[in-house]
């Protein structure tokens, strides 16, 4: 791997990183603010199939669509089909953000929610410890 696509590739993770260490700390407020924790779950997993992506010289798509992610990783490597489920989240990038469609996820969804970005970060750090020799 090219030294300045591994170095891009680590900004990407480190980016995911935060989001998810940010849905992480919602849950230890004194108020937990779901709509948040989801967002950045979903944030956080949007940024880890895309540094995957980058990985592969890929430049993804400025969207924020899971499922269509999920879709081109799966042409690389049909193992991520492992991750199918994970297109839910794709509904708290846009739609929690504006109070055109203003919903409030339940404790329960956000925690569905971070379920869902803890399989993919720990599955995505697997995949660069074992086949990309990315340090994280």
């Known amino acids: 791997m090219v030294k300045n696509l591994k170095e891009i590739v680590q900004k990407w993770l480190i980016k995911a990183g ?10 230890k407020a004194e108020e937990i603010i779901t709509d948040t924790i989801c967002f950045h779950c979903q944030q956080a997993v949007e940024k880890y199939l895309k540094a995957y992506l980058v990985s592969k010289n890929i430049s993804p798509e400025k969207i924020h669509k ?13 193992s991520f089909e492992e991750l199918n489920g994970i297109e839910i989240l794709t509904e708290y990038a846009v ?10 996820p339940s404790l329960e969804e956000a925690e569905e929610a971070f379920k869902l970005a803890r399989k993919v970060r720990l599955y995505i ?8 020799n990315i340090i994280l």
């Open 18 to 27: 935060n989001d998810f260490k940010t849905a992480e700390q919602g849950f």
């Open 66 to 78: 899971i499922e269509l992610l999920l879709e081109q990783c799966i042409k690389i490597d049909p």
């Open 95 to 104: 739609e929690l953000r504006y109070p055109d469609d203003f919903i409030i």
């Open 125 to 132: 750090i697997n995949i660069f410890n074992r086949k990309e």
